[in-house]
């Protein structure tokens, strides 16, 4: 997008300025951006217990990114340098075409314990009699959903063997549309499972979404075409897939870096970041732990990366009503639902797995990492006007060397 051409070089006020013309933001919500600490202590008592004051994230903008031929702008809320610069130049390297990326319907699955039911086996088939009248039942708690489209969808139920015995474990399928869903499903489970309790006895114990939000998928693909990015970058990054995909130690680190990009639109869209990390950890270890990403070449010989993760977030409700940059960052991306978000935030996971393997496989991530830290580690030695950080982190770049001893040497010199 022209607008953002060169964004990384403006200053705060300029980029804002860019912002407010591109997602047509008002005075006050540019006021909100502008104040770092824009969350009240009143807005934080609501939101949590024993509130003391907020911390904060920087919030910044992903540029280059066109998803299913839509441009946007992602914002991304962390403190790791270079996770932004990152992305975006993996989103730029995609160009023309971008991301293709798809997702399910906003499927959410939620789980009742049974325990103690003396007969199993004739239980479940009871409650299996009985799916149209508990289905009839719980949707009663999902009623505000309906009108949109979504509410309860199914229920089915199964026997699990643990180690304290057999237990009845019932799920619920709802369709939670925009929200994350969270509130609706733990409401449904709690008010239902007394009715289930009637129809089998035993003892109802745990009711509770899960994380692991199979039918709530979302995917996306890119191609990096080799007269782009190089066949050593191309075999470089297969490489590394490939020390993922045998080796479950580097596969831990192969999935942060998709989650560095997606936890950031996570926390910057006011969503739980927590939630989604469960969910991408447990779909990624349901064969045997595996990379969230894969990557092949295409019949043409271009680099083609593939992602695929549950992702439940919403648009709406929750934290993202309270938090006023969340709903900002929501307009800033202007995504249209939460399926919509979902698809961005997995292209973000592609687009920052892309950026990490093509620097680890070639320069390494030092270089890069530490020429955009050099800032930090200008103002921890103490350079406080803007000339001073600029001067410091230039050396530092320029010389390589990223300690704290030598920026203090610089700026003393430089003040000489
Ligand atoms: C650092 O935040 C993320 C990386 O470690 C990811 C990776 O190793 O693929 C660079």
Partial sequence: MDVFSGYYKKSVDERIKLLKEFAGLTSDEVSVLEKTGSLSPDIADRMIENVVGSVHLPLGICTNFKINGKEY???????????????????????????????????????VQITNVKNPETALSVLRKHKKEILDYSKEFAKGMEKYGGGVKDFEARIL??????????EFYIDVRDAMGANTINTVLEKTAPFIKEIIGG?????????LAVKRKAVAKAVWKKDKIGEEAIEGILDGYAFADA??????????????????????TGNDWRAVEAGAHAYAAMNGYSPLTKYSL?????????????????????????LPTAKIALKILKVKTARELSMV???AGLANSFAALKALSTEGIQKGHMRLHARNIAVIAGAKKPEEIDFVSKKLAEESNYSVDFAKKILKEMKK
């Avoid at 390297?93 to 959410?108: C, K, N, Q, W, Y």
């Avoid at 063997?161 to 019932?170: H, P």
């Avoid at 580097?250 to 990009?261: E, F, L, P, S, V």
């Fill in 73 to 111: 702008a992602v914002p991304m809320a962390v403190e790791e340098p270079s996770i932004i610069a990152a992305a975006s130049n993996a989103a730029k390297l995609s160009l023309p075409e971008g991301f293709t990326a798809d997702a399910d319907e906003p499927i959410m699955m939620g789980q």
């Fill in 345 to 347: 935030m997995a292209c």
């Fill in 247 to 268: 080796d479950i130690y580097r596969c831990a680190t192969h999935n942060k870096g998709i989650m560095n990009g997606i936890d950031a639109v996570a926390l910057a």
């Fill in 161 to 170: 063997e643990t180690i304290r015995g057999k237990m009845i474990i019932c």
């Fill in 298 to 322: 295409n019949k043409n010989g271009d680099l083609e990366g593939l992602i695929e993760l549950p992702l439940s977030v919403g648009t709406v409700g929750g934290a993202i009503n309270t």
């Fill in 203 to 211: 003892t109802t114990r745990l009711r509770i979404l899960t994380n």
